[in-house]
């Protein structure tokens, strides 16, 4: 048992509906109980879906355990076959059906459904999750598909460059894409344009608007281009040995990778080395990324510290742009994909960090505090963490929210999806201009620490101790908290608590804490140090006093700690 209050990933049914879901001509029967259908809404309401999702459930009760479930689940796959005339069925449980183990994929199997593919989905449901659920329902989806077309063993792989020879452009499958998949409707459209510039067609894109006719055409492209690894590494992975389709790996978010993405295209399909190389001369100006973050107005941005935590590839995406494309220092990096989690450690460790490996959003909450971050990078539940520690943040991975499937255009892969990165994360930072006059001017009745005019904030009540002032979510947060250390005695706002670590969660090492105390001369100077990096530096101060064996923190302690950490 594992006591959850929210999960980073729906259980794998989920994902195997966000395939059947994503493509057309599909349909899913799903042996689940009575209110299972809430899954439903993921797609009506967060993706604004004008259908149903074309999944029949068996919808078994209570009082049906007493009788022939088997024969449901028969039922139903008969009524969908009639009812939807699909091109094919998956088949499949969900948690509550596996227990008591009608095999309905086998049970659909033996039925007579005119001829039509039946993939019988066996996606364990108390070890894996959604992205493993939709990942393995695409996989056996066009293992199913193409079984008939499969080259004899030993045949001679194709030649990726076979379009020069037949005279025609190159193309390839874009795979990965789905619903509830972040931003997969735009990544589809600018990633096509960006070929389309190489010279090079798309073949299929899958499984987002695919029907099964479409699966049975992808050994047609001379590459298959692996957008989002978490749901088509395994069918790439497949392709590439059973078909000897090369796979082009690079995910292009940021312009060092859309960049590298070409560079691969090139490579793999032997495209004009022309193209490449223009490619690269270019990549400078396709975006106004580059421009926009070295001209001095994003000056300030320099060194922001950022904390990610994402799905794999969002994550360590943001990690290339945020540490080389803005010059922001990644203080941390983390993940909660299992099955990507050595391509994230290994990012990580290229930033000289650990990297965090997690779905239990409160260890991400924790590290997210005490990584002291200026900038947080997240899911939707770190959007809710940055709340509770009152840090400016945007959403860059799934799982998201209604408002991260907008109208507008808004890819994050290739140039325009950096400009759209650009915007998205500097917007939650207070602008330069602000964020230099408060600093200068510390008593301002509305331009308060902490304060982001331009979101339109209400001012926030001045606090009676400036130590205190804009760190107030996180104080809450803070008492909320079990390890909340209680040493000395600062108000907050009209509330008198005990604090030694407001505005930065994370050093709580009680055991230091409980020994240490900031004298009044103390906090007073640390309440001249600028709000965004006082939680740094209060850690730091502390970490310097428990190793120097100082218990009492005065002003002098302060600088000498400054001192010390900027040898
Ligand atoms: S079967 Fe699974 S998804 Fe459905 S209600 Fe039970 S735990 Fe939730």
Redesign the pocket.
């Known amino acids: 048992m594992e006591l959850t209050l929210w999960t980073y990933e ?2 794998p ?2 994902g195997a509906m966000r395939i059947a879901t994503s493509m057309e001509g599909l349909h899913y029967v799903l042996h ?2 009575q ?2 259908t ?2 439903d809404l993921l797609f009506t309401m967060i993706e604004r879906r004008d259908r149903r999702p074309p999944v029949t459930y068996t919808t078994f009760q209570a009082r049906d355990l007493g009788g022939d479930t088997a024969e449901l689940v028969k039922r139903s796959v008969q009524a969908a076959v009639d009812r939807f005339q699909p091109e094919a069925l998956l088949v499949g449980e ?5 227990l008591i183990q009608d095999q309905p994929g086998s049970l659909a199997n033996t039925m007579d459904l005119g001829g039509i593919p039946v993939v019988n989905l066996e996606l364990p ?1 108390y070890s894996k999750k959604e992205n493993w659920g939709a990942a393995e329902t695409f996989y056996q989806l066009v293992r199913t598909l193409l079984k008939n077309d499969m080259p004899e063993p030993g045949a001679p792989k194709p030649s990726p460059s076979r379009w020069r020879e037949q005279g025609r452009r190159p193309r390839v499958n874009l795979l990965g894409p789905s619903l509830l998949g972040f931003r997969c409707r735009d990544d589809v459209l600018e990633v096509t344009r960006l070929l389309a510039e190489q010279g090079v067609d798309v073949a299929v894109v899958a499984p987002l608007g695919a029907r099964p006719a479409d699966l049975i055409r992808l050994p047609q492209a001379d590459a298959n281009v692996c957008l989002y690894p978490e749901v088509a590494g395994s069918v790439c992975s497949w392709l590439e040995r059973q078909f000897g389709m090369p796979t082009i790996r690079t995910v292009p978010i940021g312009i060092g990778a859309t960049l590298d993405f070409l560079l691969e295209l090139g490579r793999v399909l032997d495209l004009d080395p022309e193209l490449s190389e223009r490619a690269a001369q270019q990549a400078e100006q396709r975006s106004r990324l580059p421009w926009y973050s070295r001209s001095i107005d994003s000056t300030y941005l320099t060194g922001k510290r950022v904390f990610i935590f994402g799905d794999a590839t969002h994550a360590i995406a943001a990690a290339r742009i945020a540490s080389q494309e803005l010059g922001f220092k990644v203080v941390g990096l983390g993940s909660y994909s299992r099955e990507q989690a050595r391509e994230v450690r290994a990012a990580a460790k290229d930033l000289g960090l650990e990297a965090l490996i997690s779905d239990d959003y409160l260890a991400v909450e924790k590290a997210m505090a005490a990584a002291a971050p200026e900038l947080v990078l997240g899911t939707q539940m770190e959007r809710h963490s940055a709340k509770r520690l009152g840090l400016p943040c945007a959403v860059i991975s799934s799982p998201l929210h209604v408002q991260d499937v907008p109208a507008r255009f808004s890819p994050q892969m290739g140039w325009e999806g950096a400009n759209v990165m650009f915007d998205t994360w500097v917007h939650p930072l207070m602008m330069g201009l602000e964020e230099h006059l408060i600093g200068m001017f510390r008593h301002d009745f509305e331009f308060v620490e902490g304060h982001r005019s331009h979101l339109g904030e209400a001012p926030k009540p001045l606090a009676t101790n400036s130590a205190t002032v804009g760190s107030s979510a996180a104080a809450t947060a803070l008492l909320e908290a079990p390890t909340a250390p209680a040493t000395s005695d600062i108000s907050i706002g009209d509330s008198s608590i005990g604090d030694i670590s407001i505005g930065d969660m994370g050093l709580a090492d009680s055991a230091m804490a409980a020994v240490l105390s900031w004298t009044a001369d103390g906090e007073a100077g640390l309440a001249r140090i600028p709000f965004f990096v006082r939680g740094k530096v209060r850690r730091n101060t502390e970490t310097y006093a428990k190793d120097q064996g100082i218990t009492a923190i005065t002003e002098e302690v302060l600088y000498d700690a400054k001192a010390h950490f900027s040898r």
């Open positions: 729906g259980p049914h989920v689940a109980p209110g299972d809430y899954a969900s948690c509550t059906a596996e449901a």
